[in-house]
């Protein structure tokens, strides 16, 4: 094999380059490229058999919307057009857009029995909304619209499953039971 040209793919491959020098060698197209790129694919946001089990849902109520859907429309449609904080204006005319002002004062997460009842929200600006779903009860009773939302709490109160009074406002459930304001 003395007359033979080289073969510099496998010599490099044989030697063992560092990494920098082999990546050099492939910029310069004296080496072929070692991988490709797998294509990306893009992740479903819904599996199939979730999808399946929200059209079976879907049917079932013949394509009407769901109780929270409904409370979500009713709480847009009593908006103000700004924000019970700080004053600044939110969307009222695009629903998707609106419902994102729309802040349970009890977490629906938390306290399922008045996710959707009709007291159970302020109409906060977008950004205070991400805020004010992070605030601690002490803090949320420093807010201007404290007094707004104390007051519906009150209302509340008597409509919270018992296992659920344990994510009230500790100050208020105190409050309600020195004062009794249901007799």
């Known amino acids: 094999m003395v007359g033979s040209p080289p073969n510099f793919e496998n010599f490099f491959m044989t030697e063992q380059l560092p990494y920098s020098e082999r990546l050099r060698l492939i910029k310069l197209g004296l080496l072929p490229k070692e991988a490709v790129a797998k294509p990306k694919k893009a992740i479903k946001r819904v599996s199939d058999k979730k999808a399946a089990a929200l059209a079976a849902e879907k ?90 939302i104390r007051e519906r709490l009150i209302h509340i109160w008597l409509h919270l499953a018992e296992a659920e009074r344990r994510h009230f406002p500790h100050s208020l459930r105190q409050w309600i039971e020195n004062n009794e304001p249901f007799k």
């Open 59 to 148: 049917e079932g109520r013949n394509g009407e919307e769901t109780d929270l859907q409904k409370w979500y429309r009713n709480c847009v449609k009593r908006f103000t057009g700004y924000c019970a904080e700080t004053g600044l204006k939110t969307e009222t005319r695009i629903f998707e857009y609106a419902v994102m002002s729309v802040a349970h004062i009890l977490p629906k997460s938390t306290c399922p029995s008045v996710a959707t009842h009709p007291l159970n929200w302020i109409e906060l600006n977008v950004d205070f909304h991400k805020k004010f779903d992070a605030m601690s009860w002490e803090e949320r009773e420093k807010l201007g619209c404290w007094p707004v």
